[in-house]
């Protein structure tokens, strides 16, 4: 009798060492794919913030020479202090929706001061200008890479703690979807950077 009990007693804890083995390994792997969307998230931040350390420059270069601009420079100087109000927070909707929404606003801002230099033949053979377009193209293409990776990984992530029994395990341990990054009508709208025309008058 006390063979057979003692025979159970370990069947039983051998059971039980499994369940925490598998468990361990499903969280593993959601930690790894939690932080991996952080450090895309990171990556995200890094690109949009080397634009909005852009626009100053941006901003004084095209103002020094077409100062009646004033209304567009205004926008695009209130769209910027707004988006560096706004950070990336994956864990909470709204903030990632207003993140989203703060930077479509100031894409669609640049986008009507690049419209604007088409006026000015005098900013399109400035150097400094052609440079820091130059460099606002690289950014903005960077941001869309970026923008990218990040919802691929969001997207394995959501998927992976959505499946059976991961989703049982992910709920009890707070795992909780990303939201993905969404195009929208003025978002990462390119600015116009092809200036060579300017070059061909």
């Avoid at 007693?9 to 952080?38: A, G, R």
């Avoid at 004084?60 to 769209?79: L, P």
Wanted: charged share 20%; glycine share 0%.
């Amino acid at each position: 009798m006390k063979k057979s009990l003692l025979i159970v007693l370990w069947v039983i804890l051998w059971i039980i060492l499994l369940i925490i083995l598998f468990i361990s390994d499903k969280y593993n792997t959601m930690v790894w794919l939690d932080e991996s969307t952080k450090t895309a998230r990171s990556q995200v931040e890094n690109v949009y913030q080397r634009r909005l350390d852009l626009i100053p420059n941006l901003v004084n270069t095209v103002k020094w020479i077409a100062s009646q601009e004033e209304q567009v420079f205004i926008w695009v100087t209130n769209a910027r202090a707004a988006a560096t109000k706004v950070n990336i927070n994956i864990d909470d909707i709204q903030e990632f929706s207003n993140f989203q929404k703060s930077q479509t606003e100031l894409s669609s801002a640049l986008s009507r001061l690049l419209m604007v230099t088409e006026n000015y033949p005098d900013i399109k053979s400035n150097q400094n200008f052609l440079e820091l377009q130059s460099q606002l193209e690289w950014t903005e293409n960077r941001i869309a890479v970026e923008r990218k990776t990040f919802n691929e990984t969001a997207k394995n992530y959501n998927i992976y703690i959505r499946r059976v029994p991961n989703n049982l395990i992910a709920s009890i341990l707070w795992f909780k979807q990303r939201e993905l990054f969404e195009a929208s009508e003025w978002a990462e709208i390119a600015p116009i950077v092809d200036f060579a025309p300017a070059f061909q008058e």
